[in-house]
């Protein structure tokens, strides 16, 4: 499959615990996005690589999120001390350099549960 | 600030029947807008995909129009299917801050035979 890859598809953690998720995306992409999506909204951008460089990252982003794209090819979101505000489905998606037509791929996202 | 809302926030459609769903944004300035599917539990997957010349784009039974003057666009499925439930993401992309994606709320279809 040569599409976007986010691992894991569901995690479920107590409050206050640590997790990462994991997301590779189309090889030759060089623009990553987060985003989040609570039940029945849409997804809320959260931050975008260009490459291994954070370019923005959204307000939504607190003090326990960070992100990283160590070598401009995967990326990590962590979130730290979790509550049960962050349960949500968090997704990955890649394009190549911006242009006016450019399409985003997006993978089939981390399901995040805070128990 | 960018926005995009979209209506309705649901309808129930029968097998065979069409319906529009709607769009209207004030992201500037303006590169391109696309319509998603999304299917429960899953990420978002295009259908089209407009730029700012761009009025009509059709994909199979979905055509997409857009009026960039009045900034709105609207989805039109034909002869809709049980596989078109889902929902469906109108999505603005902005010339300036990387091409951000701005995500509206989505319209979720039911269709029942």
């Known amino acids: 499959d040569t599409g976007v890859s986010q691992d894991p598809r569901h995690k479920i953690t107590k409050r206050g615990q640590n997790v990462t998720f994991r997301c590779d995306p189309i090889s030759e992409h060089n623009r990553l996005y987060w985003y989040r999506q609570t039940l029945g909204q849409g997804p809320e951008f959260l931050t975008y690589?260009?490459?291994?460089?954070?370019?923005?990252k959204s307000r939504l982003l607190s003090d326990r999120f960070s992100a990283e794209r160590p070598k401009g090819s995967f990326s990590t979101l962590e979130i730290q001390r979790t509550e049960q505000g962050d349960s949500a489905m968090y997704l990955c998606?890649?394009?190549?350099?911006?242009?006016?037509?450019?399409?985003?791929?997006f993978g089939q996202g981390t399901r995040l549960t805070v128990v | 600030k960018n926005q995009v809302e979209q209506s309705p926030q649901s309808l129930i459609i029968l097998e065979g029947k069409n319906c529009t769903l709607q769009?209207?944004?004030?992201?500037?300035?303006?590169?391109?807008l696309r319509w998603y599917k999304q299917d429960t539990g899953r990420g978002p997957v295009s259908l089209t995909i407009?730029?700012?010349?761009?009025n009509t784009k059709s994909n199979g039974r979905y055509t997409a129009t857009l009026d960039a003057d009045t900034k709105q666009s609207s989805l039109h499925i034909t002869a809709s299917q049980l596989s078109d439930s889902a929902s469906y993401i109108c999505v603005v992309s902005a010339k300036a801050a990387g091409n951000k994606l701005t995500f509206g709320g989505g319209t979720r279809v039911l269709v029942k035979p």
């Open positions: 769009c209207n944004y004030t992201v500037s300035p303006f590169s391109n």
């Open positions: 407009m730029t700012f010349s761009e």
């Open positions: 690589f260009q490459n291994e460089a954070q370019l923005e």
């Open positions: 998606a890649s394009s190549p350099q911006a242009g006016v037509g450019t399409e985003a791929f």
